[in-house]
């Protein structure tokens, strides 16, 4: 059990909360748009099912495969040199397994889509590949927090193309504003370690051009974001009033989430960053189900 507990502070379980809730959304708006499909696209268990274990799986390697990469840096970083690797309490190797039986269940889970669906098969090794790879982007571009907005981005784009067998405009819009508040948040959350990142000579934001443009930054990407959400009805009609009242919820949510965090005042950070956003990512799953449903 202790080791069962280790593995899940290392992958922060508890932040899949801030994807999964679009993936779910992704899909029942996906069930919805199936319904007046000529064929409609029944609703399968199998596939809730396999968005589940897919975005479990997915999200744990990728969490784990960053640890792995960033070891080295995170023992030399005040901030970082007590997790779980760096401080000894979980061995390289053994993260090297869970990361590989996380890989595999994560492929695995797309078998659960076929035989109608075999799209999410063959798109799970590039995908991984997609996660994996931005554990080294603040290494080299500034842009390695939309990278890991990309990355949240595939939840509700991939789980509308499981459901669906095709791609259309809702799923990219509402992908598109994923990735917008994640990148934002990710530049909130970076402004911890600006001077550390300067220091190393690494790509984010806040060590590059400071805390103040920053914050600056990420609040374009957050109206951005609202801008993307309000703009979904147009593309996706089932979507109305109480979808609405959603967005402008969290607007408002963003508007408090930036007010705590200032230059000069980090200390409420991860209130922003967890505490906020995981109201943000479950509060628009339930009114949009509760729109399509009423």
Known sequence: MQSIRAFLE????????????????GAVMAWSAGRRASPPVPFRLQDLAGILVCMVFARSAAMA????????LDAVNPRTSLRHLPAGKLGVTAVVAFTALCSVGFVGGTLLFLPHNPLPLYASGPVLAFLFSYSYAKRFTVLSH????????????????????????????????????????DMIYACQDAEFDAAMRLFSFPGRFGVKAALRAAALCHLGMVALLAALP????????????????????????????????????????????????????????????F
Do not use: Q
């Open 65 to 72: 495969f960053n640890r792995l990469a960033d070891r080295h």
């Open 10 to 25: 290392l992958i922060r379980f508890s932040h899949t909360v801030f994807a999964l809730p679009f993936a779910l959304l």
């Open 146 to 185: 939309f990278w890991l907005g990309a990355a949240l981005m595939l939840a509700p784009v991939a789980a509308w193309v499981a459901i669906c067998g095709w791609i259309d405009w809702p799923p990219l819009i509402l992908g598109g504003a994923v990735l917008l508040w994640v990148a934002g948040f």
């Open 234 to 293: 147009l593309v996706y009609d089932p979507f109305g009033k109480i979808y609405l009242a959603g967005v402008l919820a969290v607007a408002a949510l963003l508007v408090y989430e930036h007010s705590i965090v200032r230059p000069d005042d980090l200390s409420r950070v991860n209130r922003a960053f967890f505490h906020v956003n995981a109201v943000v990512s479950v509060g628009l799953l339930v009114v949009g189900c509760v729109d399509l449903l």
